[in-house]
């Protein structure tokens, strides 16, 4: 099956700068790439994906990036503040094949003021 | 939110007594999930729905079954609970969006087996 990993397990940043989390993913077929934000005790909320036909995608100040020959994808958070502050999981998709998602094990996120 | 609704939110249970969670949603999505999550594990997926009837097992099924009588309804049961099932219970649903399904979560519950 797929295996999803992700790096690194924390992050902290200052007010300001940029936050890069790392993915790679084992299965080729995986085609749809969601992300995740996770605040303490709350849901998972989606905040932004990336389909396989597609090289990069921007939403104001997060980003993904897809390199399929690598089989990795990347988020990117500009500018952080300190409401960025909260777990971020990846997760791969075979889409069409029960959308079974495979998640990462999760980012911890600490933007300091 | 995605219309859904998971119930009990808190539960604190004993070592081989048998619970239910429920997961409800009011959109009509085909699919729905369960998953469980742990520190130092993420997200895992332990039963999914594709219809009314229709369920297979995920990563993490044993110890668990599941049912989906209603649309709306999807149940996770542990026929008798064990420490290792203390967790935090996310159901899911999955809603077509320009031709991929993105899945969105449940509000949690939280299970302690004593």
């Known amino acids: 099956g797929e295996n999803v990993e992700q790096h690194p397990s924390t992050l902290s940043v200052q007010e300001g700068d940029s936050a890069v989390i790392k993915c790679t993913y084992s299965?080729?077929?995986?085609?749809?790439f969601p992300w995740y934000k996770q605040e303490l005790g709350k849901r998972p909320q989606l905040i932004i994906d990336?389909?396989?036909?597609?090289g990069e995608k921007k939403d104001q100040r997060i980003a993904v990036t897809l390199n399929k020959t690598a089989k990795h994808f990347s988020l990117h958070i500009t500018e952080t503040q300190p409401e960025d502050s909260a777990v971020y999981f990846c997760?791969?998709?075979?889409?069409?094949?029960?959308?079974?998602?495979?998640f990462g094990g999760g980012t911890r996120l600490m933007v300091k003021p | 939110d995605a219309g859904i609704t998971q119930s009990p939110r808190h539960k604190v249970t004993e070592t081989g007594t048998p619970v239910t969670l429920r997961c409800h949603q009011t959109?009509?999505?085909?699919?729905m999930y369960w998953y469980r999550q742990d520190p130092g594990h993420g997200l895992r997926l332990i039963h999914y729905?594709?219809?009314?009837?229709?369920?297979d097992k995920g990563e993490v099924s044993d110890g668990y079954s599941v049912s989906r009588s209603k649309t709306e309804d999807f149940l996770l049961t542990l026929e008798s609970a064990t420490s290792s099932q203390t967790s935090v219970y996310f159901c899911?649903?999955?809603?077509?969006?320009?031709?991929?399904?993105?899945?969105?979560f449940g509000p949690g519950t939280r299970l302690t087996v004593l």
């Open positions: 959109e009509n999505h085909r699919y």
């Open positions: 729905s594709y219809g009314v009837k229709d369920t």
């Open positions: 997760a791969a998709i075979i889409h069409n094949a029960g959308n079974m998602l495979t």
């Open positions: 899911a649903i999955s809603e077509a969006r320009g031709g991929y399904n993105e899945q969105f």
């Open positions: 299965d080729s077929a995986s085609n749809y």
């Open positions: 990336i389909r396989s036909n597609v």
